[in-house]
């Protein structure tokens, strides 16, 4: 299915994201610091359309502010920040902003879901504000999207009766209402426990599957890991430790990649 917004999205500027061969985000000597403290220290990376990549890396690495960055809520001090055809570096404000951030699913760590909205009212709110359909069509992509999810028939409750592992669930929905083609998961699985983090993992990967979307993984949890990745990018120091799928980080070379699968730094553990 085309996104609602993939027309507006072509005359934006932001091309096809469907291209053989070549990436669909592109980082090029990405720089940021935060009070004269390196975080990102010429980041390259290359991320294919349909690909699911998950970012490694201890807390404090980086990983939140490398993603933040493809919707704008954090700007690079240097370098230059690709989708498709659009540099992002040269978008000025909100208005230059909107197509892409409404191209694109963003899962809080925190699901940020509103606790004055309805679970159904929630995932419906993005079709409000974005788009022109009637009430009826809301209400059934409200329902089609929570389905998506696996949880049916939950439109009426308040956020505050569903288990954490559900709250993320809707929050989900919530991402996937205006069928964006790139979805963001920042920590799907932190304050889940193993049984419900393995549920998250299992969607994550039925709906890059059913919905070729691309889908970018901020986590340091490495069941998560093992479970959706194409491939897998560890920070440190500010840096790419490791590029390449989850087997080859298995045997990668890089002390912080033998350091964190070993859990030994405590870090990797927060």
């Given amino acids: 299915m085309e996104s609602l917004l993939s027309q507006q999205a072509r005359n934006a500027g932001l091309g096809s994201w469907q291209q053989p061969g070549r990436p669909l985000i592109v980082y090029r000597g990405i720089c940021k610091s935060f009070n004269q403290q390196v975080v990102l220290a010429g980041i390259d990376l290359d991320i294919y359309a349909g690909e699911t990549l998950v970012i490694l890396g201890r807390s404090g690495s980086g990983k939140t502010v490398l993603t933040s960055m493809l919707v704008g809520l954090t700007i690079p001090d240097a370098g230059s920040l690709r989708v ?25 760590q925190s699901s940020a879901l509103y606790d004055s909205m309805t679970v159904g ?40 009766e569903l288990s954490g592992g559900m709250q ?23 304050g889940l426990d193993p049984i419900t983090g ?23 949890d490495l069941r998560l890991t093992q479970q959706v990745a194409d491939r897998v990018a560890l920070l440190y120091e500010g840096r790419l430790a490791y590029v390449g799928t989850y087997e080859g980080f298995l045997h990668a070379e890089h002390p912080e990649a033998w350091r964190f699968l070993r859990r030994e730094a405590g870090e990797a553990r927060t």
């Fill in 168 to 190: 993320r669930r809707a929050a989900l929905a919530r991402s996937l209402a205006l069928d964006p083609e790139l979805i963001i998961y920042d920590e799907p699985t932190a």
């Fill in 121 to 160: 009212e929630n995932v419906a709110f993005p079709l409000v504000q974005h788009s022109h359909l009637s009430g009826e069509e809301i209400r059934r992509r409200v329902r089609e999207k929570l389905a998506q999810v696996g949880l049916e028939k939950v439109e009426h409750l308040e956020p505050a």
């Fill in 84 to 108: 498709g055809d659009l540099e992002l570096t040269s978008l000025a404000g909100d208005e230059d902003w909107r197509e892409l951030r409404l191209r694109t699913g963003y899962l809080f």
């Fill in 198 to 220: 393995d549920g998250i993992g299992r969607l994550i990967r039925r709906l890059q599957e059913q919905l070729s979307v691309t889908s970018v993984v901020v986590t340091h």
